[in-house]
């Protein structure tokens, strides 16, 4: 059983030496434990101080790609280095190495294709009250989106097994912790939590430049990987919304006809007809989304199989 611990780094050689001799040299339930850096653009010595702490993969992008792509690759690297278990971490020490084995027991006893280490944000310190509110907010749109239990929606302290790494496939571009958790859930990939004190860290996030920044990427990342899954319900419910409008507001206009008072509210008629043809087109909108869905879902199951076919083609040359 081999485990390898991956760990996206943007100019992280300051805190990389700090963070790796934290992991763990040994768990029970694995034969090797390897450790693989993906070096997003670095403009600093970070694969250099890689190399020099023993890190036994690395894998280096010329110019930034962002966390979301940083993540895939790695998931991918590890893949073809035969891992039966990959644990992701950051580079700043936020998370604990000495929590990493209560993090794969879930997977090595079977009963988990994800765990998740979810932070006690209430009692993280460095997090401001505005911050522990929206990742209250944020983990609970994530729970209603996916039918998750996940507490701790944003952490990045994580562990897959084989099958969950094969069948991830990340499209965003900004950060893959909230996609992850609506593929894992409609993808039928079981998912465990463990609750885990953090590190105090000085340093401000990479990630997040800015408050605002941020909730905005998040909700257009939930919004596009939920009507990715579920196009025909988030379209069909928004078409009959202005349906809705335009059944109520028709209604009106024919009561007060009825009763001779129809002159002069011509305008309700005006946006009965927009409310209807923009829920209808809405509606025909869902449709074909769910047929492109079916779509993706085949062109997945083909995407999987390559991927199996390819492992197991480097096992067989190795």
Not at 42 to 71: M, Q, Y
Not at 83 to 90: L, Q, R
Not at 240 to 265: D, E, P
Not at 269 to 291: K, N, P, R, T
Request: proline share 3%.
């Amino acid at each position: 059983m081999k485990l390898i611990i991956q760990i996206p780094c943007l100019n992280e050689e300051e805190s990389l030496p700090a963070t790796l001799a934290a992991l763990p040299k040994q768990i029970d339930g694995i034969d090797t434990i390897e450790i693989l850096i993906i070096d997003d653009g670095s403009i600093d010595r970070t694969s250099e101080v890689a190399r020099e702490n023993g890190v036994d993969h690395i894998v280096r992008f010329t110019s930034r790609k962002g966390l979301a792509r940083a993540f895939h690759s790695g998931l991918d690297a590890a893949l073809k280095q035969n891992a039966d278990v990959i644990v992701n971490t950051d580079a700043d020490g936020q998370y604990k190495g000495e929590d990493i084995p209560r993090l794969v027991q879930p997977i090595l006893e079977g009963k988990a294709d994800i765990v998740i280490g979810n932070r006690d944000i209430e009692n993280i310190g460095q997090f401001s009250w505005i911050k522990k509110k929206l990742q209250r907010i944020g983990s609970a749109v994530i729970r209603q989106l996916s039918g998750s239990t996940v507490s701790d929606a944003t952490t990045g302290f994580r562990a897959y097994n084989r099958e969950a790494a094969l069948r991830l496939n990340i499209i965003s571009n900004y950060t893959y912790t909230l996609e992850s958790i609506i593929q894992a859930e409609h993808k039928n990939l079981a998912i465990a939590n463990i609750t885990i004190s953090t590190n105090f860290v000085e340093r401000p996030s990479r990630l997040l430049k800015s408050m605002p920044e941020y909730i905005r990427r998040s909700i257009v990342t939930m919004l596009r990987v939920y009507s990715m899954f579920n196009p025909l319900r988030l379209f069909l419910t928004i078409g009959s919304i202005f349906l809705l409008i335009a059944a109520l507001v028709g209604s009106r206009f024919v009561f007060y006809y009825l009763m001779g008072m129809g002159s002069g509210k011509i305008q309700s008629l005006i946006l009965v007809a927009i409310c209807s043809i923009i829920g209808i087109q809405l509606v025909i909108i869902g449709l074909v989304s769910d047929l492109i869905s079916a779509n993706r879902r085949l062109i997945e199951d083909v995407l999987l199989r390559v991927k199996r076919i390819e492992l197991k083609t480097e096992e067989n040359a190795s």
